[in-house]
């Protein structure tokens, strides 16, 4: 059963602007994780935010959990060409298994 | 040093064919995961593994068996192999509190 949902499926931006992915989920979680894939590598941690925490920083990262909507959005800001790559969220229910999405395709034209 | 390596990196091999992909992690983590994700990038999880023992086994395919020699390795076995088994395989690994997984670099496995 996948929880994570990442909307949009891809995302083109100017370097220096801000990016905005959103992640929907189906059931209670314990927590929810940002992760970043570069092409044609594994998954990278980014970020993990609680249930019981709203919103969280991590240098230019900014995530933010609406558990009463069952949503999470990730804001990236001031791009850069670096960060161009695939986000996924992976939700933990039971603490034994995360469940991925199918990424958000984020593009940022230097 | 890598934390997660995964070998082969690249594996390409005819239908009906039995092969073995290898994981191994130097962080000192207790659990290991074998994930897969498809075409369309989504990533699955097929297997976990706690100190040695089965934790978690998806709807997988008994074409695939993973083993776990000692709490750093932990290997998949595909027999049988079919064109749907095509994709990227990753190993993955994660500490006591189970919050954070390290991933490897993924095998790519094509099935002609």
């Known amino acids: 059963s996948q929880q994570g949902e990442e909307d949009p499926q891809a995302l083109s931006i100017q370097e220096g602007e801000n990016a905005t992915m959103n992640c929907s989920y189906k059931?209670?979680?314990?927590?929810l994780q940002w992760y970043r894939q570069n092409s044609g590598r594994g998954l990278v941690h980014l970020i993990l935010i609680r249930s019981n925490e709203r919103e969280k920083h991590s240098g230019r990262l900014r995530v933010t959990l609406d558990t009463s909507k069952k949503s999470s959005s990730l804001l990236i800001t001031a791009s850069r060409a670096a960060d161009t790559a695939s986000y996924f969220c992976a939700t933990d229910s039971t603490g034994n298994q995360f469940y991925f999405g199918t990424g958000t395709s984020l593009t940022v034209i230097p | 040093d890598t934390a997660v390596s995964q070998t082969p990196k690249y594996l390409v091999t005819q239908m009906g064919n039995d092969k073995s992909i290898k994981c191994e992690q130097n962080?000192?983590?207790?659990?290991m995961y074998w994930y897969k994700q498809d075409s369309k990038k989504f990533l699955k999880i097929m297997f976990s593994?706690?100190?040695?023992?089965?934790?978690i086994n998806e709807t997988v395919p008994n074409r695939f068996s993973p083993k776990s020699p000692d709490k750093a390795h932990l290997n998949l076995h595909i027999n049988s192999l079919e064109l749907g088994d095509s994709a990227v395989y990753f190993c993955?690994?994660?500490?006591?509190?189970?919050?954070?997984?390290?991933f490897g670099p993924g095998t790519r496995l094509l099935v002609l």
């Open positions: 962080l000192g983590h207790d659990t």
């Open positions: 059931t209670s979680i314990n927590n």
């Open positions: 993955a690994s994660s500490g006591d509190s189970r919050e954070t997984q390290y």
């Open positions: 593994y706690n100190n040695k023992e089965l934790i």
